[in-house]
């Protein structure tokens, strides 16, 4: 496995805790249970109408027509399973370092799907690049947090990053709304705007968690140097300098202030996560921001 966290015992005991403060966090609420509101027999009372010809008679509250002599039919709230997307970006990019943004990304997406299971919400993984590069189908339970591990142990690095072309794909495959969380570290060249778009035109939800490796924006050369793209294959022959790491720099931050506000306008939560920020700390920030626990 590399650089990458074994899920462990250990690892299991942390998602535990995580959990559980999971919990304290939303004050007891069960954000497994959202409802639609739906006629039919679900488990809750929410309202009444005027009964109608052709509608299921025992549905009527009798004892409300004894008491007014109209016929009155009883509303109930359907219970509707949450489905949780994990859009993960597996382009070269992801896997470069050590350790690497995909080995942050995978404790990372453990930790998000063992709380969606054991709220009994619908959790599916799906890697991308610029295509989507497999899945793993919605499953639900605690017990099923192995078929996640076994699967994020075998995602391999792909192509270079489309989010566009992706989420074009997702948007058709998967018709059952719910949450996306996309974890990428957004280095598209066509840009992000079409491709989160794409999730919110087509009405799901996304959360965006940005992966970025501190190390990245001050690297540890200077002088001429032949830089070779881990995506495209390109290369360019550079004279590296202070001044061109500052420029560099500064790009990013420009970059990320530009995704996060392109989300902040548009009410998406976005994380912005170097890896060398403990995994743990960024769960326990997107718990308190509420936009995965409802």
Known sequence: MGDQEKFDEEFLKRLEYLYIMSKKIVAGANWAERKTRIVGSGLEFADFRNYSAGDDLRNIDWKLFARTEKLFLKLYEEEEDLFIYFLVDTSRSMFIGNPTKFSYVRRVVAALSYIGLSNFDRVSIIPFSDAL?????????????????????????????????????????????????????????????????????????????????????????????????????????????????????????????????????????????????PYDELIMGVFRAGGFLK
């Not at 339970?141 to 996640?148: D, S, Y």
């Not at 059952?176 to 705007?193: A, C």
């Not at 540890?220 to 032949?226: A, K, P, R, S």
């Open 133 to 277: 590069t497999g899945r793993l189908p919605p499953a639900r339970g605690k017990g099923q947090i192995f078929k996640v591990f076994e699967f994020l142990n075998g995602v391999e690095a792909a192509k270079a990053t489309n989010l566009k072309d992706a989420f074009k794909t997702f948007v058709a495959q998967n018709k059952r709304r719910g949450i996306v969380v996309v974890l990428s570290d957004f280095y598209d060249p066509s840009g992000f705007e079409e491709g989160l778009n794409m999730l919110r035109y087509h009405k799901f939800e996304p959360m965006v968690v940005h992966v970025f490796d501190q190390r990245e924006l001050d690297p540890n050369i200077l002088g001429d140097v032949q830089l070779v793209d881990c995506e495209s294959g390109a290369v360019t022959d550079v004279t590296v300098t202070p001044a061109l790491k500052k420029a560099y720099a500064k790009a990013f931050e420009a970059m990320s202030e530009s995704l996060q506000e392109y989300c902040t306008k548009r009410q998406i939560l976005y994380f912005r996560a170097p890896i060398q920020l």
